[in-house]
Antibody, heavy 121, light 107 residues
Framework: QVTLKESGPAVVKRTQTLTLTCTFS??????????VSWIRQPPGKGLEWLAR???????FYTTSLKTRLTISKDTSKNQVVLTMTTLGPEDTATYYC?????????????WGQGTLVTVSS | DIQMTQSPSSLSASVGDRVNITCRAS??????LNWYQHKPGTAPRLLIY???ISQSGVPSRFSGRGSGTDFTLTINSLQPEDFASYYC?????????FGGGTKVDIK
């Protein structure tokens, strides 16, 4: 059974750095083809894909936030960490992590429940 | 970056209606197109992958078609539990991108 769960602070101050952790079970990120992505949804807006890390440690980022994001993994702990620097009010959102595996179109087939992060002034 | 344009952005429909949602990619993405359903307060749910393959457990009233740049999600005989937002996503190349979403609400 595959599960993912996001954790991190509910409130972060403007200009600070956000660190989110995705803890998963039911698969290993050391297995060929496994990938974990981060996605967010600001209140009242759509889904935005942020970043992905692959089993071979390849990393990919959305263009608009590339300079502010870092994704990493700890395979032994079954965790993926996303850091985002220099937060602003526009970063208030629910943040999700999701898995994809190497089959077909590599869809995001399992998602966490999400964690709401509010950026305060 | 590949842009994904979804239409309509919202629609009102009745139980039993057939609903079509379209998604257009700014360049060819072969079949690397997935559809998700999202209800407030819950995790998004994968409905369709590779443009037309239904995820396990998804009701047969959901179907997808298309390839290249133009794709369609069809919901046949809309049910009360289908009122939600729907998103397409391309996984052809990074950065992976979502469409803007389509909110389906009750007429």
């Amino acid at each position: 059974q595959v599960t993912l769960k996001e954790s991190g602070p509910a409130v972060v101050k403007r200009t600070q750095t956000l660190t989110l952790t995705c803890t998963f079970s039911g698969f290993s990120l050391s297995n060929s083809g496994m990938r974990v992505s981060w996605i967010r949804q600001p209140p009242g807006k759509g889904l935005e894909w942020l970043a992905r890390i692959d089993w071979n440690d390849d990393k990919f980022y959305t263009t608009s936030l590339k300079t502010r994001l870092t994704i990493s993994k700890d395979t032994s702990k079954n965790q993926v960490v996303l850091t985002m620097t220099t937060l602003g009010p526009e970063d208030t959102a629910t943040y999700y992590c999701a898995r994809s595996a190497r089959y077909s179109s590599m869809p995001l087939d399992y998602w966490g429940q999400g964690t709401l992060v509010t950026v305060s002034s | 970056d590949i842009q994904m344009t979804q239409s309509p952005s919202s629609l009102s429909a009745s139980v039993g209606d057939r609903v079509n949602i379209t998604c257009r990619a700014s360049q060819k993405i072969d079949f690397y197109l997935n559809w998700y359903q999202h209800k407030p307060g819950t995790a998004p749910r994968l409905l369709i992958y590779a443009a037309s393959i239904s995820q396990s457990g998804v009701p047969s009233r959901f179907s997808g078609r298309g390839s290249g740049t133009d794709f369609t999600l069809t919901i046949n005989s809309l049910q009360p539990e289908d009122f939600a937002s729907y998103y397409c996503q391309q996984t052809y190349s990074s950065p992976l991108t979502f469409g803007g979403g389509t909110k389906v609400d009750i007429k």
